[in-house]
């Protein structure tokens, strides 16, 4: 039904199984075209390209995520080429803070966990870091909430696929210091299930990115800021603020929108694809609400399937992302499974202990229908 966006990368993934597309979703054909666009554009514009890019190409792409996420002020959104750099930006903006608690919970994204590691080591840096997978998380992380001051949670988990419920993030906000931060990591959810921003639209920090369900590969980054948000990110560069290019400044200024948390000269490439990709689906009415549906659809039909169910972190599709998550007893066990599953050309992931079947547009029943027998198999001779 969708394949039809597809042809390329179908192509040369001839006989293969690829449910891995909550790790790099596969292009649709149209970002080439978008590709060979900007190419012609840098040509056409030489100097004056990025006037026409700030003026076109950016508020393109600001407009189609402020659709898709239901935002207001789509002037509120930076785009740095990965989402460590906006978090980096929005950390840095706290650096000289006396004390600076941050809570979190044990199951975000690598760069996140690697990055308050390493700041961690500073004298005025804290964590309180909740284990999301207690039956008393909520309860644990809401009773640190009051003594934050910056708040780190994904909405969806990357390693187990299960949704936040948009219930807890109001009790977030509601017992949150009003000075702190709360940032919402939206990278597995953003495109592949219905998300509304607009209440939350002055309250959050929301950031999420291009290469998975966007569908318009790396390099597209993006994070919505508050509108009277005056944070001044100490990591800060010539894209912050372009209005004062020319006139010396004594004091360094920023915009007084989401670009003050941009960085500096980088390739906008990616915001080609995107809006090559998103004016395609929107034009052929291909909503996030569909494609919601047809995932789902594609997910009924695995777990319906699959033998071992018991294994799989959560089946309730109500509060699961566009993964299925299989656990394991080592991440020894895990390693060989995905090993032996990509032998019989069925592409997974794998993070720790888990391994992860994704589901992307370009797949039909019928292919999942092909392979079932054989990831039953494997998955019995390897676990057992
Ligand atoms: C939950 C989550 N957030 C963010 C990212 C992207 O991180 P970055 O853009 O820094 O590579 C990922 C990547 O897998 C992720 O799983």
């Given at each position: 039904m969708y394949k039809k966006y597809y042809k390329n990368f179908l192509e040369t993934h001839?006989?293969?199984?690829?449910?891995a597309a909550h790790s790099h979703h596969f292009w649709p054909d149209i970002t080439r075209d978008a590709v060979i666009k900007s190419w012609d554009d840098s040509a056409k514009y030489s100097d004056k390209k990025w006037e026409y890019i700030f003026t076109n190409i950016v508020p393109k792409a600001q407009s189609h995520i402020a659709n898709i996420l239901n935002?207001?002020?789509?002037?509120q959104i930076a785009f740095a080429p990965n989402t460590h750099e906006l978090l980096s930006r929005l950390l840095s903006c706290?650096?000289?803070?006396?004390s600076f608690e941050i809570l979190t919970t044990k199951s975000e994204f690598h760069s996140f966990s690697r990055q308050l590691k390493r700041l961690?080591?500073?004298?005025n840096i804290s964590a309180i870091i909740i284990?999301?997978?207690?039956?008393t998380f909520e309860e644990d992380f809401l009773s640190h909430v009051k003594n934050a001051d910056f708040i780190f949670i994904s909405?969806?988990?990357?390693?187990?696929g299960k949704v936040l419920s948009f219930s807890f993030l109001d009790k977030i906000i509601e017992h949150k210091k009003d000075k702190s931060i709360l940032c919402l990591d939206g990278y597995h959810g953003f495109c592949a299930i219905e998300t509304d921003l607009s209440k939350y639209e002055n309250d959050i920090f929301y950031l999420a990115g291009g290469y998975?369900?966007?569908?318009?590969?790396?390099?597209?980054c993006f994070m919505v800021c508050p509108k009277d948000t005056d944070l001044r990110p100490l990591?800060?560069?010539?894209?912050?603020?372009?209005?004062?290019?020319d006139i010396p400044q004594e004091k360094i200024d920023y915009a007084n929108?989401?670009?003050?948390f941009w960085g500096a000269t980088q390739d906008l490439t990616p915001l080609y694809r995107f809006n090559y990709v998103w004016d395609q689906f929107f034009n052929d009415e291909v909503s996030i609400k569909k494609i919601d549906h047809y995932i789902k659809k594609l997910q009924i039909y695995f777990i319906e399937n699959f033998?071992?169910?018991?294994?799989?972190?959560?089946?309730?599709l109500d509060t699961q992302g566009h993964f299925l998550t299989l656990e394991l007893s080592s991440h020894k066990l895990c390693e060989k499974l995905h090993g032996e599953l990509e032998k019989n050309n069925i592409l997974t992931d794998f993070r720790a202990n888990r391994l992860r079947f994704g589901f992307g547009l370009y797949l039909e029943t019928e292919d999942l229908k092909q392979k079932m027998k054989t990831i039953n198999q494997i998955v019995f001779q390897v676990v057992g």
């Open positions: 001839k006989g293969k199984l690829h449910l935002l207001s002020h789509p002037e706290f650096s000289n803070n006396d961690l080591e500073l004298p284990d999301n997978e207690s039956p909405h969806v988990f990357y390693n187990s998975k369900y966007a569908q318009a590969g790396e390099g597209a990591n800060t560069g010539w894209f912050a603020s372009f209005s004062s290019l929108n989401g670009m003050r033998e071992k169910t018991q294994l799989l972190i959560n089946t309730n």
